[in-house]
């Protein structure tokens, strides 16, 4: 009999200090009591993923001892032939849980394609509740939740950035349906620069930061609105800070 593949949610983020209450707050306690009992996981980081091991344990006692926890890791330079062999504890019977840096397994995160194997290998997957900052971002911005769509990261080229935000607000113009975007955090005020320059006057722009932290902000506003406010040196405080960004044009 195959192991299970739990699907562990992550904080968003977090500053010194605060992650021991962010925990009980942001990830369920039967998520934390779930992945103390595990002995194998897969992670983008074996390092940080052993530090929020080690914050579960202050209130779930880990099965093992934290040198005794495998950690495999499964990042953007892993290669493909390499997943094969991540999956070997679960062939062998054991559970394995797979942890994102921040947020949702497998939701923009190289999980994915070790999660599709898992299912080609008729291995059950678990995924357990936690918080995701695209659905947290969409919740709050006010824009259409009906009908929306995440395209990652744009362009870092100017002029195919710009090209792809006009594609995507006719998309969302025909369509009704918000856009999803992420950004790598220091070019946060590029890309709203780029959203607010390029987009329709009238079209809604959302800026959500640091969700789930105290630091938190989302802010929907109009292109207009938007140009206005950074020609007056008024953007948001989203400097290095992990941030989602929405749009839906009118």
Request: hydrophobic share 40%; aromatic share 6%; proline share 6%.
């Amino acid at each position: 009999m195959t192991g299970t593949l739990f699907l562990i949610p992550n904080t968003l983020g977090y500053n010194e200090g605060q992650q021991d209450g962010l925990l009980a707050k942001i990830i369920p306690d039967t998520v934390q009591s779930m992945s103390a009992q595990l002995s194998y996981f897969v992670a983008e980081n074996a390092k940080t993923t052993r530090a929020y091991l080690k914050f579960l344990g202050q209130h779930h006692p880990l099965k093992l001892a934290m040198q005794d926890i495998q950690i495999s890791e499964l990042n953007v330079n892993t290669p493909a032939q390499a997943l094969e062999g991540l999956l070997q504890p679960l062939l062998q019977g054991h559970d394995v849980g797979l942890i994102s840096e921040a947020g949702v397994p497998a939701v923009a995160d190289p999980g994915a394609n070790l999660v599709r194997l898992a299912h080609q290998r008729n291995i059950t997957v678990r995924p357990l509740v936690g918080p995701s900052s695209l659905l947290l971002a969409l919740m709050g911005s006010g824009l259409n939740g009906q009908s929306f769509a995440f395209h990652g990261y744009l362009p870092t080229d100017a002029a195919l950035r710009a090209k792809r935000i006009k594609e995507l607000e006719d998309r969302s113009r025909k369509e009704k349906q918000t856009q999803l975007l992420i950004e790598t955090p220091y070019r946060n005020a590029a890309m709203l620069e780029a959203l607010a320059n390029q987009c329709q006057a009238q079209s809604l722009i959302c800026v959500a930061t640091d969700l789930t932290l105290p630091s938190e902000s989302i802010q929907t506003r109009s292109a207009a609105e938007w140009k206005k406010r950074l020609s007056a040196g008024q953007a948001p405080d989203f400097h290095k800070k992990p941030t989602v960004f929405l749009f839906l044009a009118s």
